[in-house]
């Protein structure tokens, strides 16, 4: 019990929190319930298709594939791809790392996979057309054009900052977890 009580700190607080509160006004507990299991509809309607996705992703896309598409080689068109991966994907941002980690173990190169994690979570284009009906067109598009080139940089220096057995370290990691 003490074990399950430490491991789940976070579920124990809230419960204890929910005790407290439906001695205070039941009616509060009753709509924190339905407002949980509201959000929690609500993100497994989301998470599920995505992981399904990244689930078909990781068996039916080859490793070979993954390498001479997005691999050390790719160049261009390895940021491209990564690119359009994060501009048209959907869900939340905690979605893209389980992805990220797909295309580190097939053998993405390290910026093209910081990069498309970058795109998706600034860059991607429903976020795209909300900024453009808040903020206008024109700045809209500079303040996006100013973001996709400080995220190729940063994704290309940053890759320059580990050494080849840290990257490697990456990915043998990528792999364990998946």
């Known amino acids: 019990m003490i ?5 789940n700190k976070f579920l124990v607080i809230s419960l204890l929190l929910l005790a407290i509160m439906t001695g205070v006004d039941i009616s509060l507990t009753y709509t924190a319930l339905e407002n949980t299991r509201d959000q929690l509809l609500d993100m497994l309607l989301i998470v599920l298709p ?15 594939t993954v390498i001479r598409l997005m691999g050390q080689s790719s160049g261009l068109k390895g940021m491209a791809l990564a690119f359009f991966l994060g501009a048209f994907s959907a869900g939340p941002t905690i979605a893209a790392f389980p992805l990220a980690m797909v295309m580190l173990k097939k053998g ?9 994690l ?3 979570s600034s860059l ?4 795209v057309f909300f900024q453009v009906t808040q903020l206008g067109f024109e700045f809209a598009m500079l303040i996006n054009a100013i973001m996709l080139l400080v995220f190729i940089v940063a994704a290309l220096i940053s ?3 580990y050494t080849r057995s840290e990257l490697d370290a990456f990915e043998e990691k990528a792999e364990e977890l998946s």
């Open 3 to 7: 074990k399950f009580i430490r491991n």
């Open 50 to 64: 995505i992981f399904l996705l990244i689930g078909l992703f990781d068996v039916w896309v080859e490793r070979d």
């Open 108 to 116: 993405a190169r390290y910026s093209n996979v910081l990069f498309f």
């Open 118 to 120: 970058m795109v998706w």
């Open 124 to 127: 991607k284009l429903p976020i």
């Open 159 to 161: 890759e320059k900052f």
